[in-house]
């Protein structure tokens, strides 16, 4: 399936204080949620987020995600989803709920659902959510001390709309615009069980179709206001057909999967750390290095860590398909994949802007000439990507090697996106601040 060729990078939105509410526990301590995951093509418009790195809050100031992690709560939840470009969950969302389609990104902090009232009465699965159906929706206005200016979470303030209501704006590098109200509003998952009321964004006016569901650090994340204790996805591999969508896994809280993971501590930084170049409430991991076949590519492990501005930062990003390497990193893996099939590259070709290690021919063959590559980390934690699916199929016959390079973005940070988590369990263990991997074949229904 063709990838995106534009662009998605920052994301300038909001500031505003939230207070934590903390869902009430069963007897055991245990809150089960069930809501399915399903895949969608994204439009035109949006193709480039799927591509790219994920809508990340810039933050600058902000409390160091150490301190930002809220009490826990243990869910325990298990559900599939199709995977396409991204993970696309359908939610219930308020009272009685309304089901919402949202990107699952654990690059972005915002949760945001498209808002607009609709007919019939009983909206379909893929409707908009319609706020006057819902008794558990409310709106934040302008005095509201949720919608106050130089909060340090976010680089621009809210504003006020014509209506003295809180108003918030997403403006996406290929012109897209998302832009609503700050609201409130409960994730109902049954007549027993649903989180408190949680800050998100209503979009009302958008070229998008879905809506986010940021998953970072960040504490107005919905990982952190609903004060999950880890969560847990398996991208199954895809498949060339046209049409078919492969389906993968999903737990919120506890996956009985996670005795064989290989756990990564994640990378915190102190308050005092003011970074311009970096975003304090990313997944951020301590890569060592990068393997190609049997050879270890000569990159300084600096170049996988922060410098004083932030630059060099390695995340880990479900809301990003393809992943991006820093200009060091990049090129010498360029330098491995010319000396191994340079005379097959397409010359002149570069798939949006991004990505230059493309070919016209036979994917399996190429790839058994590249062979596997491995991204390492420290305490013999890797994720490697079998020979077989390096290269990504982006259209008109031609596949990339599924690595770009950040700086053409604008970013100086290092993503691994989804495109090379396939087959591979994936946990955000929140409470424990680290991040566990484990092979898995996860196009099977009961992994």
Known sequence: MAAAALCRILLLFLSFIVSQAKPTPKQNNTISFSFPLTPLRF??????????????????????????????????????????MALIVALPIGTPPQTQQMVLDTGSQLSWIQCHKKAPRKPPPTATFDPSLSSSFSVLPCNHPLCKPRIPDFTLPTSCDQNRLCHYSYFYAD?????????????????????????????????????????????????????????????????????VSPTGSFYLGENPNSRGFRYINLLVFPQSRTMPNMDPFAYTLPMQGIRIGAKKLAIPVHVFRPDAGGSGQTIIDSGSEFTYLVDEAYNKVREEVVRLVGPRLKKGYVYGEVADMCFDGNPIEIGRLIGDIAFEFDKGAEITVDKQRILADVGGGVHCLGIGRSNMLG???????????????????????????????CSRAAV
């Not at 409390?63 to 992690?69: A, I």
């Not at 993503?415 to 591979?424: A, P, S, Y």
């Open 175 to 243: 012109g897209t615009l998302a832009e609503g109200n700050l609201v409130r509003e409960k994730f109902t998952f049954s007549r027993s069980q649903s989180t408190p009321p949680l800050i998100l964004g209503c979009a009302t006016d958008t070229s998008d179709d879905k809506g986010i569901l940021g998953m970072n650090l960040g504490r107005f994340s919905f990982a952190s206001q609903s004060r999950i204790s880890k969560f847990s996805y398996c991208v199954p591999t895809r498949r060339a057909e046209t049409g």
């Open 43 to 84: 439009s035109s418009d949006i193709k480039a987020r799927t591509l790219n790195p994920s809508l990340v809050s810039v933050s600058k100031h902000g409390p160091s995600p150490r301190q930002r992690l809220p009490q826990s709560s243990s869910y325990n939840y298990k559900t599939t989803f199709k995977y396409s």
């Open 411 to 441: 970013i100086a940070s290092n993503i691994i996106g989804n495109f090379h988590q396939q087959n591979l369990w994936v946990e955000f263990d929140l409470a424990n601040r680290r991040v566990g991997f484990g092979k898995a074949d």
